[in-house]
């Protein structure tokens, strides 16, 4: 068998071990189970989209509603972008 080593977010590491040990698998058996799945599907066995809030229209519609807040004297707050 071969090893791998990813980098990935702590929070979300603990997050999904939690998950799947509350369903009975290890990291290693999710693992090996979505790289069978990779083989069968011939690609990623799941949709990949991006988030509709970030779309250039919805920003650009925030943005307008921002703008709308500045000339009224509302205050905007930035926008925080979490990865």
């Known amino acids: 068998m071969a090893n791998i ?3 990935v977010n702590d929070d979300d ?3 999904v071990e ?3 040990e ?3 698998l290890t990291l290693s058996s999710a ?3 979505f790289y069978k799945q990779i083989i069968r599907h011939q690609g ?3 949709e ?3 988030d509709p809030f970030y779309s250039k229209q919805n920003l650009a519609r925030l943005e ?3 703008e709308e807040i500045r000339k009224s004297g509302g205050v905007v707050h930035e926008v925080i972008f979490n990865d």
């Open 31 to 33: 693992t090996n189970a």
């Open 5 to 7: 080593s990813i980098r």
């Open 22 to 24: 509350s369903i009975g």
């Open 48 to 50: 990949l989209k991006a």
């Open 64 to 66: 307008r509603g921002a």
């Open 44 to 46: 990623i066995p799941f």
């Open 13 to 15: 590491k603990k997050a």
């Open 18 to 20: 939690q998950i799947l």
